[in-house]
């Protein structure tokens, strides 16, 4: 089975509501998808969208970068070949980790296909059913309360809530939000980067002298302040989850070392996509420290490559934050994994089980041939 074409396209969801953080506001998810052609008739998908905030990357970035330069690099080759396309996809181009997500996923894809088995079971097994959380965008109090009183009523049992923007209303917004509902469900807070670490201090201390048990607190201060990582780690019980300030295994190891941190939150997009992925969760293991499988604000499609890593690393990715697609008005993939609310369950299909996207706008030229 060898590489002979990839294919460009563009997907376009709406949301159900807003999805407003302490970065942005968006209504609509919007992805770049590549479809990978081989000379059996099989085909992979990948896909990445455009988070400039985060990775750096626009979608004229990601189309350019694996148009010009990853496909290039690996058209031709025997899918069976892994560790040499995914070396050939990584050190293909600097940085671009959404670009490279995207491929690779299209190429693990293939891989389990070639082996007539879901891409969980060749990447270790585990049971294909996982639950997620649900995120609840920053807003006013009595939105926020709304919406994750409807959330627990639809049965997610974790809610992860999205502060950063103004710290004394953000400990409003937490407090009102664990009296409604912190008996039905387990709260996490996710700042995007939006606080300094003596604020973080100062309004995990009060929520915690409040008798409100969060379950962790997700990237507080800018990715690149790992001493403010440590300095909140070291000052606070509520556990402290690393996003932003992580990308690599490299940086998950030097974290991990200086204590800068309790949990790792992985997500393909950061990581430059599976093989990364594995990595970190390999050296997690190693350190006895848990991580978080996350998502973009992406469709299922590369959402569902992350739920079949969590599965595989279940040992280690203790926590699930996949609820993109249940924030679209519609899944356009069919085939593969089902979300339905909280539930995420996974088919034995081989590869990720995608049998067509609805939708899909092919870009015009969006192919790349061999030869």
Known sequence: MKITGIELGKLRVPLKTPFKTALRTVDHMEDVVIVLETDTGHTGYGSAPATAVITGETHGSIIEAIRTVIAP????????????????????????????????????????????????????????????????????????????????????????????????????????????????????????????????????????????????VEQPVRGDDVEGMKYITERVSTAVMADESTFGPKEVIDLIQMRGADIINIKLMKTGGISNAINIADIASLYDVECMIGCMLETSIGVSAAAHVAVAKSNIITRVDLDAPSLATLNPVQGGVTFDNAEIRISDAPGLGIENIEGLAMLDPGRVAAG
């Open 73 to 216: 690099s690996i058209m031709g080759e025997d899918i069976r070949n892994l560790n040499r396309i995914v070396n050939l996809i990584q050190k293909s181009i600097f940085t671009n980790f959404s670009a490279k997500a995207a491929v690779e996923i299209a190429i693990y894809d293939l891989f389990a296909q070639s082996f007539g088995a879901p891409l969980y079971r060749v990447l270790g097994g585990g049971e294909p059913v996982i639950s997620t959380d649900i995120t609840i965008s920053v807003d006013y109090i009595d939105k926020m309360v709304e919406d994750a009183t409807r959330a627990v009523e639809a049965g997610f049992e974790a809610l992860k809530i999205k502060v950063g923007k103004d710290l004394a209303l953000d400990i409003q917004r937490v407090k009102a939000i664990a009296a409604a509902v912190s008996d039905k469900a387990l709260l996490r807070l996710d700042a995007n980067q939006g606080w300094t670490p003596k604020q973080t201090v100062m309004a995990l201390r009060e929520l915690e002298s409040s008798g409100i048990e969060l379950e962790f």
